[in-house]
Nanobody
């Protein structure tokens, strides 16, 4: 059974930082591309950042230079370091695993940026 469990969300002030984690089980993590997506109320789910099995990364323009995606294959975990947070970063953040056979999603973690 595949499980993706996100953690690390919360409420922070503008300019603050958060680090999201996504722990995966039930997949060959080292072979999977991992991604972070987000969905704000009334909006479609959008890509935030992805990291391939080989470590290549890609970011949405809106988060470049502020967010960093990384992975620890030994821990089956992908991270999203978020710095210089803005109110428009407020959303539910989801982890996605892309394997050879299927895509899998986590349940999401709420990130709220407000003073």
């Amino acid at each position: 059974q595949v499980q993706l469990v996100e953690s690390g969300g919360g409420l922070v002030q503008p300019g603050g930082s958060l680090r999201l984690s996504c722990a995966a089980s039930g997949i060959i993590f080292s072979s999977a591309a991992m991604g972070w997506y987000r969905q704000a109320p009334g909006n479609q789910r959008e890509l935030v950042a992805i990291i391939t099995s080989g470590g290549t990364t890609n970011y949405a323009d809106s988060v470049k230079a502020r967010f960093t995606i990384s992975r620890d294959n030994a821990a089956n975990t992908v991270y999203l370091q978020m710095n210089s947070l803005k109110p428009e970063d407020t959303a539910v953040y989801y982890c996605k695993a892309t394997t050879y056979s299927a895509n899998y999603w986590g349940q999401g973690t709420q990130v709220s940026i407000s003073s």
